[in-house]
């Protein structure tokens, strides 16, 4: 055995090497980019360009068609930059029932062939949301029947087990504001809801946070979900107000409310320390939410926040 050199510990070690099993990345969202094509959005290439240059290695595929679908492509353009991917992201409205997957397979399986194809392991997936994300127009219910909360469960455990025998990937449900996975009593209710070694969850922070949710609390609790994280947070100012105007989560992000680590909650020290005492390897993709944005606002931010997940160890 090597012997530990004066500066070093069994703790320090062991905090390395859970350290290294945490890897860092970033994703379209973070420049802005919500949909697959939208005039207000910097062009792909920049996008890739300019998150390498913060110092991020791994992204995810964001809105599909942003980033070139042909994997041949995108190989060659991540490739020449360095960067690989971490994961696809996909929308979902499982509680419907039966009746929509076709249309959800249709729109998974492009994009988990895509996924798999860039070497990825993961699948992220958004539940649909309840109200329109621009227009507040509110389009169901908020609240889900027990009904749907077991329809909902069956069929995320279908699409988990047909995404792993299809394409080898693993699906990660993203809690979502103005979605019906969103606060810690609905989190939990899916979790529990749901077979463990079919679906895991992407705890985002700021979703989390911007429901009310305690993302320590959730890692220390259903430590053993947690497959995948996104790292954001919420400014508490813009937040309070934001929830007493009743305003849906796309004006909401347009008034600022996903803010710059450090400034907002949760802290983000604590979530990866906790992350790191599961032992276990996690993506963790930084996401600050600003549709829309001035093209050169996401630099600057994406080098600052690389820099302070840095000095947290990350």
């Not at 390498?52 to 020449?80: C, H």
């Not at 729109?107 to 309840?130: D, K, N, Y």
């Not at 705890?203 to 979900?225: F, K, N, P, Q």
């Not at 309070?240 to 802290?267: H, I, L």
Request: charge should be negative.
């Amino acid at each position: 055995m090597t012997p530990l050199s004066p500066q070093s510990s069994p703790s320090s070690e062991s905090s390395a090497s859970s350290l290294s099993r945490i890897r860092i990345g970033s994703a379209p969202d973070s420049w802005g980019v919500w949909f697959p094509d939208d005039s207000r959005q910097v062009p792909w290439q920049r996008f890739l360009d300019e998150v390498a240059e913060s110092g991020y290695e791994w992204i995810e595929l964001g809105p599909y068609g942003y980033l070139p679908s042909d994997p041949a492509v995108l190989r060659e353009e991540t490739g020449r930059r360095g960067l690989k991917v971490s994961a696809g992201t996909v929308f979902t409205g499982l509680h419907r029932g039966p009746d929509v997957w076709e249309s959800t397979w249709a729109h998974v399986s492009a994009i988990a062939e895509l996924t798999r194809a860039m070497g990825a392991g993961h699948l992220v997936v958004i539940p649909s949301f309840w109200r329109d994300d621009r227009t507040g127009r509110v389009l169901e219910d908020s609240t889900l029947t027990p009904a749907q909360w077991r329809t909902l469960a069956t069929q995320t455990e279908r699409l988990a087990r047909e995404v792993r025998e299809r394409y080898g990937l693993r699906i990660v449900v993203h809690p979502h504001a103005d979605t019906h996975i969103d606060s810690e009593e609905n989190v939990t209710r899916f979790l529990d809801a749901t077979d463990s070694s079919l679906v895991s969850l992407c705890l985002d922070t700021g979703h989390y946070a911007y429901c009310g949710g305690d993302s320590v609390e959730l890692i220390e609790t259903y430590g053993e979900r947690i497959g995948y994280l996104h790292l954001k947070q919420v400014d508490p100012l813009v937040l309070a107000q934001v929830k007493a105007d009743e305003v849906p989560f796309g004006p909401a992000v347009a008034r600022g409310v996903m803010c710059e680590p450090p400034s907002g909650v949760p802290a983000l020290e604590p979530v990866l320390a906790a992350a790191r005492k599961l032992d276990v390897d996690l993506f963790a993709i930084v996401e600050q939410d600003m549709y829309p944005c001035p093209p050169d606002k996401p630099l600057p931010i994406a080098r600052r926040t690389r820099a302070f997940l840095r000095s947290c160890g990350a």
